[in-house]
């Protein structure tokens, strides 16, 4: 079962330019996640907010949560091609985490 | 980096062979989990471990076991595999706050059955 939808799927954009990101989600949180995976990696985790956060930031990261829309965006500032990789949101549930399907980011030069 | 290794990392074997996979983590942390990733459907939980010979049941579970016998390892087990069992396994750790807290992921192990 999936919790977390991201959109778009897949993002080109050039460097020095801003990156969004959205998440939906279906049913009540306590927090969110967004984790980057490189190609060929594992997850690593990038910023976690809880539910009763609005914003977050993490240097050139910015995460907002609306509880009332069941959605989340993850912004990165500035991209650089070091972004380029695939970026998961992750609800929870019970124990575990439920990820989403990712977006996809290229970040060029 | 956390501290987890994943073990093989890359596999390719027979349908009907048992495969064995191994997580080591020297982070001591409590919950260890095992996810397997497909295109189309993002990562999905197979087992989880709440503490040595304490585990339970994810999404994907069907055709899988699990066991820890150690806090420092978690092993996933395949015990007649199938082409559908083709796969990337990860492996991910937290602390003692279980899913409130960050995972931790391993690089994977990339299994192939033919």
């Known amino acids: 079962s999936q919790q977390g939808e991201e959109d778009p799927q897949a993002l080109s954009i050039q460097e020095g330019e801003n990156a969004t990101m959205n998440c939906s989600y279906k049913?009540?949180?306590?927090?969110l996640q967004w984790y980057r995976q490189n190609s060929g990696r594992g997850l690593v985790h990038l910023i976690l907010i809880r539910s009763n956060e609005r914003e977050k930031h993490s240097g050139r990261l910015r995460v907002t949560l609306d509880t009332s829309k069941k959605s989340s965006s993850l912004l990165i500032t500035a991209s650089r091609a070091a972004d380029t990789a695939s970026y998961f949101c992750a609800t929870t549930a019970g124990t575990a985490l439920i990820f989403g399907k990712g977006t996809t980011l290229s970040v060029s030069s | 980096d956390a501290g987890i290794t994943q073990s093989p990392r890359h596999k390719v074997t027979e349908t009907g062979t048992p495969v064995t996979l191994r997580c080591h983590q020297t982070e001591n942390h409590r919950y260890m989990y095992w996810y397997r990733q497909d295109p189309g459907h993002g990562l999905r939980l197979i087992h989880y471990s709440y503490g040595v010979k304490d585990t339970d049941k994810g999404e994907v579970s069907d055709g899988y076991s699990v066991s820890r016998s150690k806090t420092e390892d978690f092993l996933l087990t395949l015990e007649s595999a199938t082409s559908s069992q083709t796969s990337v396994y990860f492996c991910?750790?937290?602390?003692?706050?279980?899913?409130?807290?960050?995972?931790?992921f391993g690089d994977g192990t990339r299994l192939s059955i033919l």
């Open positions: 049913t009540s949180i306590n927090n």
């Open positions: 991910a750790i937290s602390d003692d706050r279980g899913s409130n807290q960050p995972q931790h």
